[in-house]
């Protein structure tokens, strides 16, 4: 019911006395309003959601999940084909990157 | 292409007035002056400068193409162009998705009183450089002023006449099951630059209108082979539309390979934001073509050494299962219909 | 793009229906509340690819379908007079009233405007002091905070040519009212991520016990789902019926407290109609009495607009998951997207319009 994209919070100023930020979804900025989530800090991803940030995404938790999807992949590259080796590689880079981008 | 007309050495010619005024169009001295100054010197050639009513022509014992069609873009100007040369290219575009190549312009203005002078002057250069860029020439025109209100700042009709080289046939209806078709490169990005360049929507982004003149990389792909038998470029109502015209008109399916279809992360992103599905947002400098699958790898090559062609890619094929309509593979591997959009596409939160 | 495009993963996705094909032994009835996922669910076929396996029943999680008729005709009515700047999310434009949608207002003369976010019709209220703003503040939690910040800015900054129409919704009570249905037939729920990360899951738990349902909100993209659905299924197989989070990336326990606050500050909870289900206590938002002068309805006076809903259109059974689009005769035939009978076709999440779009055949 509510479209809410995740976007990287780049700059973070005050508007009308209101907390704001300038988030990157992949090239294309738009501001936000961070009055939500005050604990927000420059480079940190959020979901926006008409034009308010509804919460800091929680990148351990992130991490977790591609951790559990590389078990769940493990398991079944074990019958040994090969055929998942490159899901293996993509899911370690996702979780390398997050770790990266601390 | 990209033109900054802001930096062409060419300055307003001194005016009147600053801004069009109703008597501009209405026939008198003004009017002749506003030709003479502003339109004459950027459409310069000889059929045009002996300002009769018509424009009279020799033209090849050949097939003609003829296409008419009507901008009223908002904003006027938008990342990567503006009314004028979407106005020529469009029109361009329009006569040779037939195959044909275009040759002489028409051009009417309706103007609203007020407008800036400067900026009409802005909108006749580029114009005049997307001419030259597509190799049309622009013989005949009109222009009109209009009171306040009773038009949004500019609209420009432009007609086109083409050529069609002979053996050439291509229309939406000649469409044979097996037919690859071929997607010139990324969607989306005019109707994207135009969106997000509205006042009220306040985004920041690097997404350019695509708006270019084909005719050249049509030429390219013609000379590869003769054997196109549809191609149109996706335009309003996106690629989805014209897929699904495709099918309707040739009577067959066509399946599509939405992993293929290339798309800048810039406009994806936008996209996303704005809940927008790319495939029903409009192009401007994008074809579409059904090819046999003998011919499909020299076309394809042919259109990748073009500039406007580099990110050619395959993305779909013409099948006999469910004729007229349009299929997606989804990433469960099974199939969902991939529809016209019903209107407008309006950013949306839910 | 991060956070999403692993999310679409095709491999990864194929392996977790594995999953829970593996786990299924019995054909179970899940819901899913809201009206993006019935989208990403029709749009990637995981309905056809569980079918025999689980069926899938839409909810009524779509603030565009469930907007009543009366409230439709109210924004109407105000956004039409002269004096008015009416500004909406794009959804609402083409949900039909009784006699005519927003757009028809717009082509009459009306200053109807699409924003993206209600503080853009805070400045639009700045910028035009010689106007009224009016905002139609639809949809579910995840949005009531906006609609709320966009109030208290405008009294803040003494806009009193600003104010809204609220006509929001809560999820629990509608969830309560269809499993209190003698027609009930949902075992499972997917609860709405966004919904959730404004206000947590706390209120779910009394819910999953007191009714026995497992309930796990989720995130949107084809993983998230399917990671939900391999959830409840785990949980209904053996038996258990708790909340458990699926869309850990985003949604804590407790929610956004800074949001939820702004809310109690503005809004109060009120009895609201459903588009095609009626009345339910306690089910949505209005503004309070600190507010009242914020209140469009009261403002422009429409509160005699009164009218019924008609009855040639299911939506209602279709938002309680009662029947499926395609159950209705008049599905594909007299009502299309384009001219659409009822509001489930209208919005792009509505289910009749994502069978619709993506498998009529």
């Given at each position: 019911m509510c479209l809410a994209v995740p976007g990287k919070v780049i700059e973070i100023f005050e508007e009308a006395g209101l907390k704001m930020g300038r988030i990157d979804y992949a090239g294309t900025v738009n501001n936000a309003c961070l009055e939500y989530v005050p604990e927000i800090q420059v480079g940190q991803y959020t979901v926006v959601h008409a034009g308010f940030a509804l919460s800091v995404i929680n990148e351990e938790e992130a991490v977790k999940s591609y951790e559990a999807w590389e078990e769940l992949i493990e398991t079944a590259s074990q019958?040994?084909?090969?055929?998942y080796d490159d899901q293996l590689q993509t899911i370690r880079d996702l979780k390398e990157n997050v770790e990266d981008d601390d | 292409m990209i033109v900054d007309t802001s930096t062409l050495s060419c300055p307003l010619p001194i005016m009147d007035h600053d801004t069009v005024q109703l008597a501009h169009g209405s026939g008198g001295s003004l009017s002749a002056s506003l030709i003479e100054k502003l339109f004459l010197p950027r459409f310069d050639n000889a059929m045009l400068n002996q300002l009769e009513d018509q424009a009279v022509m020799e033209l090849p014992a050949c097939r003609l193409a003829f296409s008419t069609d009507s901008f009223v873009v908002d904003?006027?100007?938008?990342p990567g162009g503006d009314i004028g040369d979407l106005a020529i290219n469009g029109t361009a575009n329009d006569v040779c998705m037939s195959g044909a190549v275009p040759l002489y312009v028409s051009a009417a203005f309706i103007i609203e009183e007020g407008f800036a002078m400067e900026s009409l002057h802005r909108i006749l250069l580029s114009m005049e450089q997307a001419g030259k860029q597509a190799g049309v020439t622009v013989v005949t025109g009109d222009t009109k002023v209009v009171n306040?209100?009773?038009?949004?700042k500019i609209f420009i009709t432009t007609t086109g006449l083409g050529s069609v080289p002979d053996g050439v046939m291509i229309s939406a209806g000649g469409i044979q099951p097996g037919d690859k078709i071929i997607l010139s490169g990324t969607i989306a990005d005019h109707g994207m630059a135009v969106m997000t360049s509205r006042?009220?929507?306040s985004f920041q982004t690097r997404i350019q209108s695509?708006?270019?003149?084909l005719n050249g990389l049509v030429e390219k792909m013609i000379k590869t082979?003769?054997?196109?038998?549809a191609m149109r470029d996706?335009?309003?109502?996106?690629l989805a539309t014209t897929l699904n015209e495709f099918a309707s008109t040739s009577n067959v399916g066509i399946k599509l390979i939405e992993g293929n279809i290339p798309i800048s992360p810039d406009v994806k992103g936008a996209c996303e934001i704005l809940g927008i599905?790319?495939?029903?947002v409009a192009n401007e400098g994008k074809l579409v073509a059904a090819v046999p699958p003998d011919k499909v790898d020299a076309v394809l090559d042919a259109m990748r050494k073009h500039p406007l062609g580099r990110?050619?890619?395959?993305?779909g094929e013409a099948v006999t299962?469910?004729?007229g309509m349009v299929a997606g593979e989804t990433l469960l591997g099974v199939s969902r219909i991939v529809d016209m959009p019903v209107g407008e596409q309006l950013p949306r939160i839910c | 793009m991060k956070y999403l495009d692993e999310y679409r993963d095709p491999t990864l996705a194929v392996k977790i229906l594995e999953e829970i094909k593996n786990h299924v032994t019995q054909p179970w009835v899940i819901m899913e509340i809201c009206g993006g996922q019935t989208h990403a669910i029709v749009r990637n076929g995981i309905d056809q690819v569980l079918q025999g396996k689980i069926e899938l029943v839409h909810g009524p999680g779509c603030p565009v379908c469930v907007t009543p008729l009366e409230t439709i005709d109210r924004a109407i009515d105000i956004a039409g007079r002269p004096e008015v700047i009416f500004c909406s999310f794009g959804?609402?434009?083409?949900v039909p009233g009784s006699a005519k949608d927003l757009f028809m207002v717009k082509s009459e003369g009306g200053d109807v405007r699409i924003v993206y976010s209600p503080l853009e019709a805070v400045r639009l209220a700045r910028e035009n002091p010689d106007r009224e703003v009016v905002f139609f503040?639809?949809?579910f939690e995840t949005t009531a905070p906006g609609n709320a910040m966009a109030v208290m800015q405008a009294d803040k900054e003494g806009l009193n040519n600003f104010s809204e129409i609220v006509s929001h919704v809560l999820v629990p009570p509608a969830m309560k009212a269809l499993l209190s249905s003698p027609d009930n037939r949902v075992q499972g729920y997917l609860a709405a991520g966004h919904v959730c990360s404004i206000m947590g899951y706390k209120e779910y738990e009394p819910i999953a016990r007191q009714y026995k349902v497992p309930i796990v909100p989720t995130g949107f993209e084809p993983v998230d789902i399917l990671e939900g659905l391999l959830m409840v299924v785990k949980q209904l197989e053996e038996d258990r019926h708790q909340v458990e989070n699926q869309y850990v990336r985003v949604v804590?326990?407790?929610?956004n407290k800074a949001a939820r606050d702004i809310i109690q500050k503005v809004f109060k909870v009120t009895d609201r109609k459903w588009r095609g289900i009626g009345l339910l206590p306690a089910s949505g938002l209005g503004i309070c009495e600190t507010y009242a002068a914020f209140d469009a309805e009261k403002k422009f006076s429409v509160d005699a607009i009164h009218v019924t809903e008609p009855d040639n259109c299911i939506s209602g059974l279709v938002l309680q998951g009662l029947?499926?689009?395609?159950?209705?005769?008049?599905?594909?035939?007299?009502?299309?997207?384009?001219?659409?009978?009822?509001?489930t076709m209208v919005s792009s999440e509505g289910a009749c319009a994502a069978y619709h779009k993506y498998h009529r055949n």
């Open positions: 019958s040994g084909d090969g055929r | 904003p006027i100007f938008f306040k209100g009773s038009c949004d006042e009220n929507l695509d708006t270019a003149a082979t003769t054997e196109i038998h996706p335009t309003r109502g996106g599905d790319p495939l029903n990110q050619a890619a395959i993305i299962d469910h004729k | 959804d609402m434009l083409r503040a639809v949809g804590r326990r407790e929610g029947k499926k689009p395609v159950d209705c005769p008049a599905f594909g035939r007299e009502c299309k997207p384009e001219h659409p009978l009822g509001a």
